[in-house]
């Protein structure tokens, strides 16, 4: 008996970047992404007699394969279930070579596999809450469209969905760099952004902001979604270069997108930039725009990888029987 669940990466248009409570990942504000079609993991889980894990059909050593056990067992003992060892096949689709690695498709995936393979039947409200167990942003990748994740406690800090289906021409364009610089990673970067001078006006700004997205949502007002994810984005960022010690993950390849970002919009072309905990950039713009930039990046970059992505599906999971 196995299980198998997909799910796809979603970025956030407004961020989680701070935790309240490290242990259960109990973010300090509200944050609210678009789940992405072309980007996901599937993986599939049964039982066996040792703890091995393979990504992308590559068995991964014990160092990097901890993250992914420490979180199973933790849901076994969440769970009330015996401790059991598991095969973990994870494959991560992503449009190019280079990917978009991503732990929110990851243990969103793995939450969906394991509630699966042990027939629980969980509601997506309590994957989402398993979810938020193995990485902040998998709590959100339950859902497809946009969904929202509320801050609380253990008991009620889960994604709800805003509308899984939007109607809205809004894509998104990953711009994938070629630079593979020294990665701080998500947990230790929102971490040290605490330090910022700044970082009380973050938690302060973000009931609003989370309302006026909303409300760009319902509207479904392009330009001002544009305008509050970019802004958002910038002020995370801000944290980063005001933390003690300071840091970015900005490279020279991002800052130059963002000039060109800019520039086009002060030609005429409606388009904004999102950055998360690497240098990459993610363009929100109109299909027929996604074109227009796409082969103006290729020209202008060549070494940049471009992905253009509309909204994609809530998880799936489904059980695979002995014949397979
Ligand atoms: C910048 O979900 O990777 O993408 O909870 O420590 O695993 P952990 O962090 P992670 O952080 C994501 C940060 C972000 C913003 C976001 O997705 O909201």
Redesign the pocket.
């Known amino acids: 008996m196995s299980a198998t669940a997909i799910a796809h990466t979603?970025?956030?248009l407004i961020?989680?970047?701070g935790?309240a409570d490290p242990d259960l990942?109990l973010p300090l504000m509200n944050?609210l992404?678009m789940t992405l079609d072309k980007f996901y993991t599937e993986t599939t889980l049964s039982w066996q007699t040792s703890d091995q894990f393979f990504l992308n059909g590559k068995l991964q050593a014990a160092a990097d394969s901890q993250r992914v056990f420490s979180y199973l067992h933790l849901l076994e003992r969440r769970l009330n279930l015996p401790n059991r060892h598991y095969l973990v096949r994870s494959v991560n689709h992503v449009p190019t070579s280079a990917g978009l690695a991503s732990?929110?498709s990851a243990f969103a995936a793995l939450a969906a596999a394991f509630d699966q393979l042990q027939q629980l039947h969980l509601s997506r409200q309590d994957l989402s809450r398993l979810a938020r167990l193995g990485?902040?942003?998998?709590t959100r990748s339950i859902f497809g469209g946009f969904a929202e994740w509320q801050a609380g406690d253990d008991a009620n800090s889960y994604a709800v969905p805003i509308d899984e289906r939007p109607k809205l021409d809004l894509h998104l364009l990953v711009v994938e760099l070629d630079q593979q610089p020294k990665k701080i990673?998500?947990?230790i970067g929102?971490q040290r952004a605490q330090t910022s001078p700044f970082y009380q006006t973050w938690l302060e700004r973000n009931p609003d902001e989370i309302a006026q997205m909303k409300l760009a949502i319902q509207q479904a007002d392009f330009d001002k979604i544009g305008q509050l994810a970019e802004l958002n984005a910038n002020e995370?960022h801000a944290l980063n270069l005001t933390a003690q010690p300071p840091f970015t993950y900005f490279e020279p390849a991002t800052m130059q997108i963002i000039k060109w970002v800019q520039a086009w919009r002060a030609a005429g072309i409606p388009c904004y930039y999102t950055i998360?905990?690497g240098p990459n950039v993610k363009i929100l713009t109109s299909l027929k725009n996604c074109k227009v930039l796409s082969s103006r990046l290729a020209q202008l970059m060549p070494s940049a990888k471009i992905v253009v992505t509309n909204f994609g599906p809530g998880v799936k999971s489904w059980s695979n029987s002995d014949m397979e």
């Open positions: 979603n970025i956030a961020k989680y970047w935790k990942r944050s992404s732990s929110s990485s902040g942003s998998a990673s998500s947990t929102m995370m998360d905990a």
